[in-house]
T-cell receptor, first 114, second 111 residues
């Protein structure tokens, strides 16, 4: 079956612009994570959705970052007024049920802020 | 103290030898432990998960869990150059129902 997909694969933007990153989880997966990975660094947790529960936003680095998810489907991560330090690969992962289950990662979106 | 700690490496191991990767965690209530492999420029992919104390073997890979000492390790037998990658340890957070990743250990297998 299809895996996790993300779009766009690459995004180059100018400082100060807003960007939207999209994630399509595996069908039937109720849990969805967003991570940020800077070059040569580990995974930085951003936000976690589980079914219809309130999302865990504890990892969002500033109020410029927000994310939405409609039901158990597509999620969008929005970064407003982008800064150069936002440049990173943004990874989405989904898991079947609880957030403790195996996560399947998408290919990521490489964001470059000039 | 980080919730999940790994030595960043690089860890250099000769081809055919055993590579040993270690991870310690701080949350005593953690129940689920995962090892992911990430090739350069690629996304992480699951290698193994372990829930119970002791060893779990899958092919050339063995995961070892010691909850009393709060560490989990991954052994790779008969290391191959294709095993060269960053290995990420992940642990569930018992009170928040989410996974916490370590920063990864870079493994290099030299021919």
């Amino acid at each position: 079956g299809a895996g996790v997909s993300q779009s766009p694969s690459n995004k180059v933007t100018e400082k100060g612009k807003d960007v939207e990153l999209r994630c399509d989880p595996i069908s039937g997966h109720t849990a969805l994570y967003w991570y940020r990975q800077r070059l040569g660094q580990g995974l930085e947790f951003l936000i976690y959705f589980q079914g219809n529960s309130a999302p865990d936003k504890s990892g969002l680095p500033s109020d410029r970052f927000s994310a939405e998810r409609t039901g158990e489907s597509v999620s969008t991560l929005t970064i407003q007024r982008t800064q150069q330090e936002d440049s990173a690969v943004y990874l989405c992962a989904s898991s079947l049920d609880r957030g403790t289950d195996t996560q399947y990662f998408g290919p990521g979106t490489r964001l470059t802020v000039l | 103290q980080k919730e999940v700690e790994q030595n960043s490496g690089p860890l250099s191991v000769p081809e055919g030898a055993i590579a040993s990767l270690n991870c310690t965690y701080s949350d005593r209530g953690s129940q689920s432990f995962f090892w992911y492999r990430q090739y350069s420029g690629k996304s992480p992919e699951l290698i193994m998960f372990i829930y119970s104390n002791g060893d779990k073997e899958d092919g050339r890979f063995t995961a070892q869990l010691n909850k009393a000492s709060q560490y989990v390790s991954l052994l790779i037998r008969d290391s191959q150059p294709s095993d060269s990658a960053t290995y990420l340890c992940a642990v569930n957070h018992s009170s928040a129902s989410k996974i916490i990743f370590g920063s990864g250990t870079r493994l290099s297998i030299r021919p």
